[in-house]
């Protein structure tokens, strides 16, 4: 195993002059960055280190990955002690054998693959749409751990090849964002883990590289996720453990139910509703979670009547009536109540 540390020379990272024990470019390779006047990195040509250590008295390093050039990292990834990591990927990266790409903020604007019990970490990861296919990968048991994704219109991220750590097809993500499409194939994909409020106006689907279906969201957290896009097509159903949910759009919540299995608010805006009906049927709404009707004005005596036969909550406010498709409540007495700020919204609260 070699390890060699990043002195002050030019530029190119597989310049053996830049280091002071050779380029760092094998799996059983590490290299050091510590304080040093260059700080501006280019890879031009494919590496494959084991792992990237950013020590005390770094401050910011910004690598390049060249069109062409590949960077691998295997059974290490990138541990940054101090100071931060900016990499711009216009051509690959790839983690695998339980490597992490740490805190590091990538700007990924061609190919990210995580393999192999790979993590994304903390990392911030924003996939932009500058050439057709641009993507970030899952696949094996890779995960995104607790990173922050962001996706831009055209491009994509896919979990439909990965099985998820567990080897379920239970993934993660801190948080997902942006106009891009998001493919879970049949994944269940956990967000909200790093508690950013975030809103997703591009598609979330099934399928994805590996054709299949039954995809599920699950929200935890205490940020609010909020979906824009009108008719996701995800069909494994959407799982409220914490936070809010906010479906702005017809069918945002994708085509399955909507179960609370924690305290959590399901904001619903009007563009949800189809002729004042929500689409998709909630399931086990219990006290202290929170239905918002974020369209509907309060009046003083608004109510909410429950009709066990139909299972339709009906929420009568002035001239106005929502309807939901209320599964197995948690009792059938619900209490209505503005929201505090001049009574713009109704709740309906689990009495």
Do not use: C
């Amino acid at each position: 195993m070699t390890i060699s540390t990043w002195k002050s020379g030019g530029i190119e990272y597989n310049d053996t002059g830049n280091w002071d024990a050779g380029v760092p470019s094998t799996a059983s390779d590490t290299a050091v960055f510590a304080a040093t006047a260059i700080t501006e990195v280019d890879i031009n040509t494919n590496e494959k280190p084991g792992g990237w250590v950013f020590n005390p008295g770094t401050t910011q390093y910004n690598f390049v990955i060249s069109s062409g050039a590949i960077l691998e990292f295997e059974n290490g990834g990138i541990a940054i002690n101090a100071g931060s990591v900016k990499i711009f990927n216009f051509f690959e990266i790839n983690f695998s054998s339980n490597s992490t790409a740490g805190e590091a903020s990538i700007d990924n604007f061609l190919a990210l693959v995580f393999l192999k019990n790979s993590t994304a970490g903390n990392a911030t990861i924003h996939t932009f749409a500058d050439k057709s296919d641009v993507g970030t990968v899952f696949g094996d048991n890779a995960t995104a751990g607790s990173a922050q994704l962001i996706t831009d219109a055209g491009a994509f991220v896919d979990f439909s090849d990965s099985a998820g750590p567990d080897g379920l097809g239970h993934v993660t993500a801190g948080s997902i964002a942006g106009a891009g499409t998001y493919k879970l194939g049949g994944d269940r994909l956990t967000v909200g883990l790093n508690g950013l409020s975030t809103e997703v106006s591009g598609p979330i689907e099934d399928g994805g590289l590996i054709s299949v279906t039954g995809a599920s969201l699950v929200k935890v957290g205490h940020g609010t996720l909020k979906l824009s896009h009108a008719g996701n097509t995800y069909s494994g159903g959407t799982i409220l453990e914490a936070g809010t949910l906010d479906a702005a759009a017809l069918r945002a919540v994708g085509t399955g139910d909507v179960t609370f299995a924690g305290a959590a608010t399901l904001k619903i805006d009007n563009a949800a509703l189809s002729a004042h009906h929500f689409g998709n049927a909630i399931d086990a709404f219990a006290r202290h979670d929170v239905l918002d009707l974020a369209g509907l004005k309060f009046h003083a005596g608004a109510t909410a009547t429950y009709h066990k036969a139909s299972h339709h909550l009906s929420v009568h406010s002035g001239t106005i009536t929502d309807t939901l498709t209320l599964m197995s409540p948690h009792g059938t007495h619900f209490a209505v109540a503005g929201d505090g700020h001049g009574g713009s919204d109704v709740f309906l609260l689990h009495a």
